[in-house]
């Protein structure tokens, strides 16, 4: 008799799309509506933001090549320290609007929408419609989210892509399609374009997760791997291609590498330097793992915690930890490709690797940084409440549920007692709220009718989401610029290194930064207003030269109210934030302006941006941005001048104050430079500024 073999399991069934209930779709657009409104509130009041990536924009809105290059001013001097792909976006809307605080930060408020519907869509498809909800409420209401996608850093764009990419793998994972893998690998491969080699950190887990899990013969998951590592090598390779291969006389020079590479850029001062903190032409590595300490602050398990990022992002970081254990536990037994424990895996691997990272990375490290995590928490913690509210009827997933509600307000109590002053009984409101809500949960979970259930879950929700959501209404209604940039009320001390998050005054890093034309004083702050207290470097080593930190040429204060048309305006001789440049500086430097290729030449990307923004002509920015990289050389800038390419070289700025104490000492190449120009041409004084006229040797 003939027998043939049993047939294979039939693989899970995936989650199949459907509208949900009818309400779905009109509350996702709302909610998508309020928060887009929230985000836009306010904008302009940061004015240039970051005037580093501020300029670069505003030369690609001038130069289709700088545009392709990243370069800092569009006559092509020297580019950016990142892949110019988060500039691309920036620069086209100002080629369309023009510039303006709006047209450059219009694009990041966009990225936010598209994260928070991506993020909906992925954790919609398996755990419902209130879950996806609630993922873009949390999201939202991440203070470090309200700063960073209304903020002109890249870290914006690799969040959207990064949630992206474990939306195409969890789409991939379904039914082993290969399509969805490619564009993860496409996602991936951009967002190296973004920020480098922090688009990887989320790629061991995933890969795992998708070698293991996929509906698929083993050897097909292989191919489809390599495939999309493929995918991702040319998503992201043709740029690095193209500025490798090409002369780099006909291309501007690598900012923050010292070897003209951007393969050096990569694995160096963006790399492995981050990670141990050797990082050549930089301010200086932080503490070594186990908690030292050092100027980025504390490495360490606990740093995410600590006074430093806590409240930036950290709010329902335990209940995420938390919820991702009871998800896991729950899943436990559930077949091998089972998407609910897939998406479980998928997001809790990529906030802890992401987490880890962060924790122990020894080079320069900012508290911004961690936006990047808050797509992850809120996804873990929507699906998680979801599912552990569906099994209710469990003693143990009730306990578990008013746990992390008792956890996340007592977390809550401690952050917002780092800043005692701001809204101090928000506090105890959030405790007591929190620990009813939990003992609710515990009773009604079990024996409660519709309506208690639901105002036990709605005072457990507002318990849970009271603290964020104030730092992050606190953060839409401040203007932040500089280079250092936290979310949230001032906690006190310092925000980088030191006890602190905070920020100077009530809106960020405020030194006296050039203002974009037509903005008011009251949208945000003018020439030498505030200062830069809270996103200055605590314990910072002292610089290069033997200049302290926030000291120097063109410094207000130790850490530097804004000066007036000076370089080094903003602290660190000017390496925050730029100058503030008055209207004689800005008529002296456009006079002329057609008859040469930069205006000025200036010490530092910083300084250089300030006068680039305010007269909208290219300025070269010696040095790169902390004045440390070897270009141009001092033959290469006698060049320069020969020909006549420089009209003025701008006094003061860079790290250590430029002129004569930049990074380097005195055999440092802005130094150099520096020394030759003071000795050769005749200064000019113009109301508070000083230059040198480059066509004018001295007598």
Known sequence: MTTFPAPAPPAPTPPAPDSGPRWARPALFGLLLAVGLAYFYNLSASGYANSFYSAAVQAGSQSWKALFFGSLDSGGAITVDK?????????????????????????????????????????????????????????????????????????????LLMTVTVWCVLRALERGRTTWLLWAGAAVGFAFLTKTLQAFLILPPLAVLYAVCAPVPVRRRIGQLALSALTMVVAGGWWVAIVELMPASSRPYVGGSQNNSFLELTFGYNGLGRINGEETGSVGGGGRGGGGGGGWGETGIGRMFGSEVGGQVAWLLPAALILLAAGLWLTRKAARADSARAAFVAWGGALLMTTAVFSFMAGIFHQYYTVALAPYVAALVAMGVTVLWEERGAWWPRAVLAGTVAATALWAYVLLGRTPEYLPWLRWAVLAGGLVGALGLLVVGRFGGRRPAFAVVALSCAASLAGPAAYTVSTLNSGHQGSIVTAGPAAGGFGMGGPGGGRGGDGGQRGGMQQPPGQTQGQAPGPGQGNQRGNAPGGMPTMPGGTGAGTGPGTGTAFGEGTRGGGGGGGMGGLLNGASVDAEAEALLTKGADDYSWVAAAVGAQNAASYQLATGEPVMAIGGFNGSDPSPTLAQFKKYVEKGKIHYFVSGGGLGGGMGGGPGGSAGTSSRISSWVTENFTEVTVGSATFYDLTQPAS
Request: hydrophobic residues 65%; positive net charge; glycine residues 6%.
């Open 83 to 159: 892949p110019p792909a988060a500039l691309w976006p920036m620069a086209l809307s100002v080629r369309l609007f023009g510039l303006n605080s709006w047209a450059i930060l219009a694009p990041q408020v966009l990225m936010a929408l598209a994260t928070a519907a991506v993020l909906n869509a992925a954790v919609r498809r398996r755990f419902g419609p209130v879950a996806g909800l609630i993922a873009v409420g949390v999201f939202a209401l991440t203070p470090v989210a309200a700063l960073m996608f209304r903020f002109n850093n890249p870290d914006a764009l690799l969040a």
